[in-house]
Antibody, heavy 116, light 107 residues
């Protein structure tokens, strides 16, 4: 069974950089793309971007200037960095496996709050 | 970006009811549409892919249909476990986008 376990800082100040990591257990890491999706409190889902084992990425243009997604295939992990955060970046951040462009396995979610 | 609009935003229903949720795309997405169920404090769960494909392990009371710009998710006979929020997602083109959600409440 595939499991995704994510972690990272939950409280940031404006202008800081958000950093989250997702570890994948089970299944094939190299056969899939891996994605980050976020959900502001009480709101809908927003696709942030994705990466494969070779480091090929796709980003949401609305966040592209601030987002970096990276991969560490030796650990079956991938990471999200989002720079210059503001209160608008407060959200639950999820990592997920991309299977044919849909998300079939998800991490548990990490609430990231941006507040001065 | 392709905009996804769900209706209704909230739906009140009873156990045993048949319910339908609609998702409309701002342009044609063929059948590149998925449906997810989300419960409070949990990650979304994939229900339907490619508009009508039932994800493994999902009960057969869930079904999806549609193509082009209009899609529906139907639950044939609501069970207590089905009260949740449902999202559609298009994957016809980047950036992938989601509907705003439909909250299914107990009447």
């Amino acid at each position: 069974q595939v499991q995704l376990q994510q972690w990272g800082a939950g409280l940031l100040k404006p202008s800081e950089t958000l950093s989250l990591t997702c570890a994948v257990f089970g299944g094939s890491f190299s056969r899939y793309y891996w994605s980050w999706i976020r959900q502001p409190p009480g709101k809908g889902l927003e696709w942030i971007g994705e990466i494969n084992h070779s480091g090929n990425t796709n980003y949401n243009p609305s966040l592209k200037s601030r987002v970096t997604i990276s991969v560490d295939t030796s650990k079956n992990q991938f990471s999200l960095n989002l720079s210059s955060v503001t209160a608008a970046d407060t959200a639950v951040y999820y990592c997920a496996r991309v299977a044919g462009a849909v998300y079939d396995f998800w991490g548990q979610g990490t609430l990231v709050t941006v507040s001065s | 970006d392709i905009q996804m609009t769900q209706s209704p935003s909230t739906l009140s229903a009873s156990v045993g009811d048949r319910v339908t949720i609609t998702c409309r795309a701002s342009q044609s997405i063929s059948t590149w549409l998925a449906w997810y169920q989300q419960k409070p404090g949990k990650a979304p769960k994939l229900l339907i892919y490619k508009a009508s494909g039932l994800e493994s392990g999902v009960p057969s009371r869930f079904s999806g249909s549609g193509s082009g710009t209009e899609f529906t998710l139907t639950i044939s006979s609501l069970q207590p476990d089905d009260f949740a929020t449902y999202y559609c997602q298009q994957y016809n083109s980047y950036p992938y986008t989601f509907g705003q959600g439909t909250k299914l409440e107990i009447k």
